[in-house]
């Protein structure tokens, strides 16, 4: 059956409704489009109130206006470069390969595959190495441009495109992985077109224009809205995304994204996505946090960020009620790292942040953007709770070594002996660590961990090693069983306890047995 006669067909099924009955129903809705809406100074009113009436003479007003883009466009489409480079075969490896271990991932990062002129890999070019694609943009007249690190990583020779079609070389200023920024200075002009990062912050639901070289295609322009803010991928501590629904795709890389004001609200990074193209969920670089690490990158080449040395993590529901808290927020010191502020100034495992510089903090992420954002040697005060008491630290930070972040790893195993003590509800089996083969002289190590049990489903695995439980040291299986008897002789419903996982510390909440 073709598509005219499954529309007849479908036709023949409404015939309950009478010619008449249609007729009579398209009379009405027409009948209030006329009246309610029409825009003739001789207006009949059937809303039954001026109010009502008021409402309908400002929605036939902004019917009146004609909405599109053009204007806002023909500002900025100038400032909006396309990025080339060229890298050679032994970095361009790394941007080549096999991604098979990563398919099936619905995060789909731009830098994984650039995306040539037909959307393929980078390809190959003969002896001078491998070519890529982004975008960027100007941020001033004499050639400074911004685009994504991925974009630039690694790469022998930049090469960018304006929208006039003239190709400039461009050298690498500064680059920032943990934020994916890079600065770029233009050479050979001073009078470039340029945007203007937006001072405000993006609102849920404000049009977005995003603009950009998917696929080599050249300049591009999509348009949509602010989904979101705030938003976590999982690409680091600093993560701190907007989202738009803005068709972004390959090549975007570095590219902005503007609001109807012209102002550049975020640079586009990532995009969600099962198929490798756009379903509407893509992620930008606030313009906030562009502004603060663009000044770093072009001032001295780098970023420097404040440091507290601790490792911590989020405050879950199940922590909270362990330790007695009233709300499931803030960040938990899992392990002051030896000789770090943080420690020098008497911060303890086990103690909360909620606030600093009396800036609340929701939960570990937001404890490392804010401590990020000082410059190193600043002083800050930290609101801590600590034993259920709430208490002041004053720190000097230091600087955030390259090799370490502000949070707590929760992976890494060590090695221990079969043989130990049970813990049944728990279902751990346990043994001094001291006495356990590759294990450390402190603590008590958890030999075996049953499937399924309370203990595996909140991911303690074989090789732990049990530091604390409820706040007491432990030195032998025995005495985490003193201290879970202890918290049932206080009627409380879990137990926190304190792991130490390879290097990394961090808190789990366990359920206790009832009864």
């Known amino acids: 059956m073709d598509q005219r006669n499954l529309v007849s067909h479908g036709q023949r099924k409404r015939s309950l409704f009478s010619a008449r009955k249609v007729a009579l129903m398209a009379s009405v809705v027409t009948g209030l489009a006329m009246y309610g809406f029409s825009a003739s100074p001789d207006r009949i009113d059937v809303f039954g109130s001026a109010a009502h009436a008021e409402a309908a003479n400002a929605a036939s007003g902004a019917t009146q206006q004609p909405f599109g883009f053009a204007d806002v466009v023909e500002r900025v489409k100038p400032s909006v470069i396309s990025v080339k480079v060229t890298m050679k075969d032994k970095v361009a490896d790394v941007s080549n ?9 619905p995060m789909e990062r731009f ?27 100007f941020i ?9 690190n991925h974009v630039v990583e690694g790469a022998d020779k930049v090469e960018v495109t304006t929208d006039a079609g003239k190709t400039y070389t461009a050298k690498v200023v500064g680059t920032d992985p943990r934020t994916d920024l890079a600065l770029i200075k233009v050479e050979g002009g001073s009078d470039f077109a340029f945007a203007k990062l937006s001072a405000g912050k993006a609102r849920i639901g404000d049009w977005v224009l995003a603009v950009g070289n998917p696929f080599g295609l050249g300049g591009t322009v999509t348009a949509g809205i602010v989904s979101a803010s705030g938003r976590d991928i999982g690409n680091g501590p600093y993560d701190d995304f907007i989202q738009i629904d803005a068709p972004v795709n390959k090549g975007n890389s570095g590219g902005p994204a503007f609001n109807m004001q012209g102002e550049v609200v975020g640079v586009n990074t990532a995009i969600y996505s099962p198929s490798g193209g756009s379903v509407g969920i893509a992620f930008s670089i606030p313009a906030t946090t562009v502004k603060n690490v663009v000044a770093q990158l072009k001032d001295k080449g780098n970023v420097s960020r404040g440091w507290i040395g601790v490792q911590v993590q989020p405050v879950t529901q199940d922590i909270a009620d362990g330790m007695g808290l009233k709300q499931a927020q803030g960040a938990l010191v899992a392990d002051p790292q030896k ?11 086990g103690d909360v942040i909620t606030a600093v510089n009396s800036q609340s903090v929701k939960d570990a992420r937001e404890l490392a953007r804010i401590i990020g ?14 034993n259920g008491k ?6 000097t930070l230091g600087q955030l070594p390259n090799d370490r972040q502000a949070k707590a790893d929760s992976e890494g195993e060590g090695k221990g002996s079969s043989k130990g003590t049970d813990v049944p509800h728990l279902g751990l089996t346990l043994a001094p660590a001291d006495k356990a083969d590759g294990a450390a002289k402190e603590g008590v190590v958890i030999t075996k961990v049953e499937p399924k049990s309370a203990a595996a489903d909140r991911g303690v695995k074989k090789g732990d090693v049990i530091l604390e439980v409820a706040g007491k040291n432990v030195a032998k299986p025995g005495d985490v069983g003193d ?7 206080d009627k409380k419903s879990s137990v926190l306890m304190r792991l130490r996982s390879g290097d990394a510390s961090r808190y789990v909440a366990v359920p206790l047995a009832n009864g």
Not at 140 to 147: E, F, I, L, N
Not at 339 to 349: L, R, S
Not at 373 to 386: E, H, I, N, Q, Y
């Open 97 to 105: 390969k096999d991604d098979s271990d990563e398919q099936g991932s």
């Open 111 to 137: 830098f994984r595959e650039f995306g040539g002129p037909n959307g393929e890999n980078p390809g190959r070019n003969g002896r001078h190495g491998t070519m890529g694609q982004g975008s960027g943009f």
């Open 140 to 148: 001033s007249s004499d050639g400074y441009a911004v685009t994504n």
């Open 339 to 349: 000789d770090g502020p943080a420690a020098k100034a008497g911060v303890e495992a």
């Open 373 to 386: 954002g000082f410059a190193p040697g600043s002083t800050v005060k930290l609101d801590v709770l600590r």
């Open 390 to 395: 709430s208490k002041v630290v004053s720190l």
């Open 483 to 489: 201290a879970l008897e202890a918290a049932r002789a």
